[in-house]
């Protein structure tokens, strides 16, 4: 054994005296003293804040969400094993949040911004956190630019503007998500980053709405914030908060995004969950007393910002699902007041062909016109009084045989915008072909063209007008407006081609 040098234990005692760090991290802890379901009731961090991220001693964290006298409750997001009474927890004294970055359009992942698609860890940029306060009166500018669903029948009667709220709902299969989905395809080239939340869903349909995505080639500009039937309620009631942190990133930035909550029925079941097993109080529907808040403070976050903060913008696409076409339930009327306008779809319409099955007396936009292109605006004006005088006309006459010339007209001119309004899946038009449609249908082009071959016959017409009438084309799509010359140039190329065909 070598014997150590006086000069040796100097020159350790000399450097550990030189390297002397004082800094000392005092580590707020805690211990379980109940674990169960997904909740936890914390002894010793008494100083925590509500909605703080604490982290357990197994890795896995939660958040903060009832204060006691004595003891605090958090949910867990993540798995309990390996948790029991008495084990660690620390306080993190930041209020939770997830890392965004710009690498994540193009990415599948989960509640906690985490990519969960296989394709290796994405590097944040920035942290977010989940719950933030929605931009004031100040900040934000009014709702005026469209954003194209290029589904005909909303664009035209329904306009959604970049920064509104318009929630879709309708029974289960009538076509909500399909509505979303064809909304984020037909953003493609229009410069909006487009965020698909599913809440509470099965994990094959979110796989198929990724696919889907892919094959239309949109996935390069949308990210998918999935948290399926399988995921623990606390992570399902975080999701769409942590897909709004990802679209107010981008709308810091300036970019315009389009967010889709599918669906906000689940979520509130999720808090609902979550919330009775935290023994908060169950009110109307066993849903917690603070289930308006749990959306209006979601949803409020959508917001057009002025040219001073960015002038970025997240319009929202809610979604409810409704029982028995019931809107008048508590969680739909919720929306229903919070969001600026509805589409509503009916099983009764999806049923018998109509598709789209947009309700047009119950639906509605209340930013309307003001989101619309000056020439949609012109085309669509009488739409949906022409379609209502057509239900209300159609009731009215069917027990009648003997129809007088003007009736039978309203009743063809009906039944004509009926079927120029159903649309295929994954099919958006573009605005220049809604508009040279409508015009045409408005200016009675149709009314000689049996129901049956419309479809064909307004496709083979748009074929035609890319071949003879091009400039038409491009001048709805730059200077988007409708002249009474450019009216009677549609009318002149649509009579044209109707000439052209051998037996119409
Ligand atoms: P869920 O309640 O299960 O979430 P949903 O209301 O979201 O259903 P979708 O999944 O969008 O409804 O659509 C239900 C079915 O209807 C799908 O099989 C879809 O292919 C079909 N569908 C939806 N829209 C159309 C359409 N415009 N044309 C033809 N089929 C459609
Ligand atoms: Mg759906």
Same mark, same amino acid.
């Given at each position: 054994?070598?014997?150590?040098?006086?000069?040796?234990?100097?020159?350790?005692?000399?450097?550990?005296?030189?390297?002397?760090?004082?800094?000392?991290?005092?580590?707020?802890?805690?211990?379980?003293?109940?674990?169960?379901?997904?909740?936890?009731?914390?002894?010793?961090?008494?100083?925590?804040?509500?909605?703080?991220?604490?982290?357990?001693?197994?890795?896995?964290?939660?958040?903060?969400?009832?204060?006691?006298?004595?003891?605090?409750?958090?949910?867990?997001?993540?798995?309990?094993?390996?948790?029991?009474?008495?084990?660690?927890?620390?306080?993190?004294?930041?209020?939770?949040?997830?890392?965004?970055?710009?690498?994540?359009?193009?990415?599948?992942?989960?509640?906690?911004?985490?990519?969960?698609?296989?394709?290796?860890?994405?590097?944040?940029?920035?942290?977010?956190?989940?719950?933030?306060?929605?931009?004031?009166?100040?900040?934000?500018?009014?709702?005026?630019?469209?954003?194209?669903?290029?589904?005909?029948?909303?664009?035209?009667?329904?306009?959604?503007?970049?920064?509104?709220?318009?929630?879709?709902?309708?029974?289960?299969?009538?076509?909500?998500?399909?509505?979303?989905?064809?909304?984020?395809?037909?953003?493609?080239?229009?410069?909006?980053?487009?965020?698909?939340?599913?809440?509470?869903?099965?994990?094959?349909?979110?796989?198929?709405?990724?696919?889907?995505?892919?094959?239309?080639?949109?996935?390069?500009?949308?990210?998918?914030?999935?948290?399926?039937?399988?995921?623990?309620?606390?992570?399902?009631?975080?999701?769409? *908060? @942590?897909?709004?942190?990802?679209?107010? *990133?981008?709308?810091?930035?300036?970019?315009?995004?389009?967010?889709?909550?599918?669906?906000?029925?689940?979520?509130?079941?999720? *808090?609902?969950?979550?919330?009775?097993?935290?023994?908060?109080?169950?009110?109307?529907?066993?849903?917690?007393?603070?289930?308006?808040?749990?959306?209006?403070?979601?949803?409020?976050?959508?917001?057009?910002?002025?040219?001073?903060?960015?002038?970025?913008?997240?319009?929202?696409?809610?979604?409810?699902?409704?029982?028995?076409?019931?809107?008048?339930?508590?969680?739909?009327?919720?929306?229903?007041?919070?969001?600026?306008?509805?589409?509503?779809?009916?099983?009764?319409?999806?049923?018998?062909?109509?598709?789209?099955?947009?309700?047009?007396?119950?639906?509605?936009?209340?930013?309307?016109?003001?989101?619309?292109?000056?020439?949609?605006?012109?085309?669509?004006?009488?739409?949906?009084?022409?379609?209502?005088?057509?239900?209300?006309?159609?009731?009215?006459?069917?027990?009648?045989?003997?129809?007088?010339? @003007?009736?039978?007209?309203?009743?063809?001119?009906?039944?004509?915008?009926?079927?120029?309004?159903?649309?295929?899946? *994954?099919?958006?038009?573009?605005?220049?072909?809604?508009?040279?449609?409508?015009?045409?249908?408005?200016?009675?082009?149709?009314?000689?063209?049996?129901?049956?071959?419309?479809?064909?016959?307004?496709?083979?017409?748009?074929?035609?007008?890319?071949?003879?009438?091009?400039?038409?084309?491009?001048?709805?799509?730059?200077?988007?407006?409708?002249?009474?010359?450019?009216?009677?140039?549609?009318?002149?190329?649509?009579?044209?081609?109707?000439?052209?065909?051998?037996?119409?």
């Amino acid at each position: 054994m070598s014997q150590t040098s006086p000069d040796q234990i100097l020159s350790v005692l000399k450097s550990q005296i030189t390297d002397y760090d004082n800094k000392c991290e005092v580590e707020e802890t805690g211990r379980i003293i109940q674990i169960g379901d997904g909740i936890v009731t914390i002894y010793g961090i008494n100083h925590a804040m509500y909605g703080e991220l604490v982290i357990f001693e197994t890795g896995v964290k939660g958040i903060i969400q009832n204060l006691e006298a004595k003891t605090v409750s958090a949910v867990l997001l993540g798995s309990d094993y390996g948790l029991s009474e008495g084990s660690k927890v620390t306080r993190t004294k930041r209020m939770a949040g997830i890392n965004v970055s710009d690498k994540m359009i193009g990415r599948v992942l989960n509640a906690l911004g985490e990519p969960i698609d296989g394709l290796g860890d994405i590097e944040a940029d920035d942290f977010y956190p989940i719950e933030n306060e929605a931009p004031g009166v100040t900040a934000r500018k009014s709702v005026n630019t469209p954003l194209q669903t290029g589904i005909l029948a909303i664009d035209a009667m329904f306009p959604i503007g970049r920064g509104q709220r318009e929630l879709i709902i309708g029974d289960r299969q009538t076509g909500k998500t399909s509505i979303a989905i064809d909304t984020i395809i037909n953003q493609k080239d229009k410069d909006v980053i487009c965020i698909y939340v599913a809440i509470g869903q099965k994990a094959s349909t979110v796989a198929k709405i990724v696919s889907t995505l892919k094959k239309y080639n949109a996935l390069s500009y949308s990210i998918i914030v999935s948290s399926p039937a399988s995921d623990p309620a606390p992570l399902q009631y975080i999701s769409p *908060y @942590s897909g709004t942190a990802v679209a107010e *990133y981008f709308m810091h930035k300036g970019k315009d995004v389009l967010i889709v909550y599918d669906d906000l029925s689940k979520h509130a079941t999720a *808090y609902r969950a979550m919330s009775l097993l935290l023994q908060r109080p169950p009110g109307r529907e066993a849903y917690p007393g603070d289930v308006f808040y749990l959306h209006s403070r979601l949803l409020e976050r959508s917001s057009r910002l002025d040219d001073e903060h960015g002038g970025g913008s997240i319009t929202a696409l809610p979604i409810i699902e409704t029982l028995a076409g019931d809107v008048s339930a508590y969680i739909p009327t919720n929306v229903i007041s919070i969001t600026d306008g509805q589409i509503f779809l009916e099983s009764e319409l999806f049923f018998s062909g109509i598709r789209p099955a947009v309700n047009v007396g119950l639906s509605v936009s209340r930013v309307g016109g003001a989101a619309q292109t000056k020439a949609m605006k012109k085309v669509s004006g009488s739409l949906r009084i022409d379609l209502a005088q057509f239900r209300e006309m159609e009731v009215f006459t069917q027990f009648s045989s003997e129809l007088d010339p @003007s009736t039978k007209e309203l009743l063809d001119y009906g039944n004509i915008l009926v079927e120029l309004l159903k649309q295929p899946l *994954y099919r958006p038009l573009p605005l220049h072909e809604q508009v040279i449609i409508l015009s045409a249908a408005t200016q009675k082009v149709f009314m000689d063209v049996p129901v049956k071959k419309l479809k064909s016959f307004c496709s083979d017409m748009m074929g035609y007008f890319e071949i003879h009438y091009h400039d038409v084309i491009e001048e709805i799509d730059t200077k988007k407006v409708m002249t009474d010359e450019l009216a009677a140039k549609i009318r002149q190329g649509a009579c044209e081609f109707k000439k052209s065909l051998p037996n119409t």
